[in-house]
T-cell receptor, first 112, second 113 residues
Framework: RKEVEQDPGPFNVPEGATVAFNCTYSNSASQSFFWYRQDCRKEPKLLMSVYSSGNEDGRFTAQLNRASQYISLLIRDSKLSDSATYLC?????????????FGAGTRLAVHP | DGGITQSPKYLFRKEGQNVTLSCEQNLNHDAMYWYRQDPGQGLRLIYYSQIVNDFQKGDIAEGYSVSREKKESFPLTVTSAQKNPTAFYLCASNPDRGSTEAFFGQGTRLTVV
């Protein structure tokens, strides 16, 4: 079983739609969680960290469920510019060290 | 400006040759990582290093080697033992300790010809 699993998509949605991605992780000792965005042929860039209490940044909401070992990303009012691949990232480091594991990504295509 | 720099951006290699990809950071980060990405796939961890003169194998280390002689530098050598080296290689760094984001270089696209 992969350490971090995501639905690869693609999710094809119209502008203005709300779309949600889920990600599951296998290591219960995982310490921290992130969503990254990757545009085609570019490096990943941090979209947002995911906190236990859930957090929101504009149209984006991230949530963490430690008991079920999954994190989610909700995008409201989708824009054409949201089209990208969204990577779920889990830090499974221990003893104060970081080890970042990336999911394979979920592709989002927003159309007019 | 602080950041992480990979070079070259594009690299062509003949079969059977070793090639070294450069990764340099001036962010004073302790941890550095090398990932490989194949078309339509996610990032797979090759090697990572938490401190100078120490590094660990990731999930797909076979056919690769690294060194960490300086904090700022973490070069990756793709050896002839790597049977399918054509891919997009990404280097990242983040401060050791704590839950902070990783910063990526712009990547090196390696093609075997």
């Amino acid at each position: 079983r992969k350490e971090v699993e995501q639905d690869p998509g693609p999710f094809n949605v119209p502008e203005g739609a709300t779309v949600a991605f889920n990600c599951t992780y296998s290591n219960s000792a995982s310490q921290s969680f992130f969503w990254y965005r990757q545009d085609c042929r570019k490096e990943p860039k941090l979209l947002m960290s995911v906190y236990s209490s859930g957090n929101e940044d504009g149209r984006f909401t991230a949530q963490l469920n430690r008991a079920s070992q999954y994190i989610s990303l909700l995008i409201r009012d989708s824009k054409l510019s949201d089209s990208a691949t969204y990577l779920c990232v889990v830090n499974i480091g221990s003893g104060g060290y970081n080890k970042l594991i990336f999911g394979a990504g979920t592709r989002l295509a927003v159309h007019p | 400006d602080g950041g992480i720099t990979q070079s070259p951006k594009y690299l062509f290699r003949k079969e059977g040759q070793n090639v070294t990809l450069s990764c340099e950071q001036n962010l004073n980060h302790d941890a550095m990582y090398w990932y490989r990405q194949d078309p339509g796939q996610g990032l797979r961890l090759i090697y990572y290093s938490q401190i100078v003169n120490d590094f660990q194998k990731g999930d797909i280390a076979e056919g690769y080697s690294v060194s960490r002689e300086k904090k700022e530098s973490f070069p990756l050598t793709v050896t002839s033992a790597q049977k399918n080296p054509t891919a997009f290689y990404l280097c990242a760094s983040n401060p050791d300790r704590g839950s902070t984001e990783a910063f990526f270089g712009q990547g090196t696209r390696l093609t075997v010809v």
